[in-house]
């Protein structure tokens, strides 16, 4: 059966993907202080879980781009998504702290896999002028995911016991996992397709010269000497670790200081839908941008050069004496956050050759992982020696810097031959 506008069924899947890695992921930091309470686990010691996470997701990151490149996207997005979903089962499991932390480091390394698999569908299935919106509903999946979790995972939890919350949340990825197996081929192939889209899709695409063959070696030589490569690495490094830190600490900052309930950490929602506007946003003012005669990059660039100017309000929220101040500071900085993470995410794919794409994204992305486990333990210290109001002071300089990194290094044009 043919089906009009099929490659944003595409979208649709990637975003149902992404809604349920979110969830996963957000399941440990809502349930903390249970989970903590019922393990014996300390502040110190969750901040060791959480860099557990980021350690196998960088590892991860470096490899699952490799990966999907060698196995394609349908295999690739099918067996990360599937690997993640039974970490998220075995987490319900456990019994121990030890066996906990195994858990999320097996997270981790199945969840980056999904954010490799996505650019590389996204550069297959959707022209540049369409990329940004699809960048944009996938990474919206990610707050839709976060925002749906603390009322999902709380309730599972206070009905059923924390350990339901992991069993219910990984048997869905499992299911969508599969079906993701089932629907997607390359658009080349796909039945679903009326042929007038699949010119769309394969017609509109830039050309590119042929590709030479590629050995591992001169692979990695060609993503290791690329400067753009690095600057886009470490713009992810430095602002990365604001969404980090809105993900895994803010309830805890709201628990301890602020004085909310975990049933009144519920209100997280309001943070994830400022996220869920941010990323579709990044997607519309890009492609109106497109629409009035600019290129598709320098496009990205205006994007992002307006939320460096506004993430620095951040340590306004530290100063807000009352929770409706404080929220309306934090879903700003994140909306400008998000914009900026979905920006980047498609800047470079439409930057690198679609041979190596999964590779370098791989590559690019390690230095989001990177940047958080730095914040992690930087976040650690700083709480138990200081206190949380300087996590936001940080966040006045990281994204301006990373987005003067991209002007000097990442705008050059970038072709295999």
């Known amino acids: 059966m043919k089906i009009p506008h099929f490659r944003w069924s595409i979208a649709g899947l990637l975003f149902v993907l992404s809604v349920i890695n979110y969830i996963d992921r957000q ?16 502040d110190q010691g969750y901040g060791n879980i959480v860099s557990l996470f980021l350690v196998a997701y960088t590892i991860s990151y470096l490899v699952s781009g490799r990966i999907v490149d060698a196995i394609g ?56 002028k369409d990329r940004g919106l699809a960048v944009g509903i996938y990474g919206a999946g990610a707050s839709v995911g976060a925002t749906i979790a603390p009322l999902l995972v709380i ?76 600057a886009l690495m470490a713009a ?28 009144e950490l519920a209100s997280m929602w309001l943070i994830f839908l400022a996220a869920d506007i941010g990323f579709v946003a990044s997607g519309v003012l890009a492609g109106s941008l497109i629409k009035r005669g600019w290129s598709a990059r320098p496009a990205r660039l205006r994007v992002m050069l307006g939320c460096a100017v506004i993430v620095p309000i951040a ?55 990177i940047g958080g486990i730095l914040m992690n333990q930087a976040v650690v210290w700083t709480i138990t020696n200081w206190s949380y109001d300087y996590c936001f002071y940080a966040m006045v300089v990281l994204h301006p810097l990373a987005y003067l990194l991209l002007r000097k290094f990442a705008v050059k044009e970038w072709r295999l031959t």
């Open 155 to 230: 309730g599972l939890a206070t009905r059923y016991g924390w350990r339901s919350a992991f069993l219910a949340t990984g048997l869905l990825g499992l299911l969508f996992a599969g079906l993701w197996y089932l629907i997607f081929r390359p658009p080349g192939q796909h039945g679903a397709l009326h042929e007038s889209e699949r010119a769309l899709i394969i017609g509109s695409m830039p050309p590119e010269p042929p590709a030479p063959p590629l050995s591992e070696t001169t692979r990695w030589g060609i993503i290791l000497r690329t400067p753009a490569v690095w």
């Open 315 to 369: 340590p306004l929220a530290a100063y807000a004496t009352t929770s409706v101040g404080l929220f309306a500071i934090a879903m700003i900085v994140v909306l400008a956050h998000t914009a900026w993470l979905a920006s980047i995410s498609t800047y470079v794919v439409d930057l690198v050759p679609k041979p190596i794409l999964g590779t370098a994204f791989g590559f690019i992305a390690a230095g989001s992982a």
């Open 27 to 42: 399941t440990l930091s809502i349930l903390a202080p249970t989970i903590q309470a019922d393990l014996k686990l300390t």
């Open 73 to 128: 996207s349908r295999l690739g997005m099918a067996l990360f998504a599937g690997g993640w979903s039974l970490a998220q089962i075995a987490t319900g499991f456990t019994q121990s702290i030890g066996s906990f932390g195994l858990c999320r480091f097996w997270l981790g390394l199945g969840e980056a896999g999904g954010y490799t698999a996505s650019p590389k569908v996204v550069s297959e299935w959707f022209p540049p």
């Open 236 to 263: 992810r490094l430095l602002t990365d670790p604001v969404w980090y830190f809105f993900q895994f600490w803010l309830p805890k900052y709201l628990y301890s200081n602020r004085g909310f309930s975990q049933e």
